[in-house]
């Protein structure tokens, strides 16, 4: 942690627009730029040079203005198919926008908003999803706005694993009927490593490390028979939009891998019933 610590400070001399503070953990450290993209080009830069770090996931900076909490808001401009235009107005307005402007071009619609910063993390990869990559999104900084209310986080789950070892063909090929694996047979794994993410809200515990019990008609070779779907591979950018607030992203120079805070189910269960009372 001082090596990092001490790597952080040395960006600043070159990166005005960082700002690097200690936070109450000792081992930790807040770090704020100009958005989701200035943070990960840092971490991707660091995880080059060999450091090894978590991250947590992005948080907006408020201000204080004549005694009221305000936000960052954002000016969005979006170019989209004029069949995805439904989708987008339907997740722009679970996320606090603001219509400012549609305009019809051609076989395409322009739209403006102004929305909160926070109301955009999560969102870059379901838009493109949602027009299916012919999506054009662009944002700036418009000013700031009394706080707009709370903001739906992540809509689904993660498939959570339970139990440590090395994720097998049988274990994976039950775990991909609950949703979608990050990983492949043979991938070590441990447990509270997010391994998959469940359409439906709320995390699932899954075991990918079963194996197929032998008998004298069954044998491990059948295993090869099992079809595994692909997995979803993440991006730096991509994992960081993912992670939920109870999550952090592991970033080594080989990998990159998504975790619970907490890697014990049950004391992950406590803290959540403590947390709703």
Known sequence: SRQIRERLHKELLKDVSLRVTDSENSDAYNVAGRGEMHLSILIETMRREGYELSVSTPRVLFKEIDGVRCEPIERLLIDVPDNCVGSVMEKMGVRKAELVHMQPVGSRTRIEFLIPSRGLFGYRSEFMTDTKGEGVLNTVFDSYRPYMGEIPTRTVGSLVAFESGTAMA?????????????????????????????????????????????????????????????PRILSLEQALDFIDTDELLEVTPTNLRIRKKILDPTLRKRAMINKKA
């Open 170 to 230: 049988y274990g994976l090929f039950n775990a991909q009927e609950r949703g979608t694996l990050f990983i492949d047979a043979g991938v070590p794994v441990y447990e509270g490593m997010v391994v998959g993410v469940s359409p439906k809200a709320g995390d699932i515990n899954v075991n990918v490390c079963k194996k197929k019990q032998l008998t004298n008609t069954r044998s491990s070779s059948a295993d090869e028979a099992l079809r595994l779907t692909p």
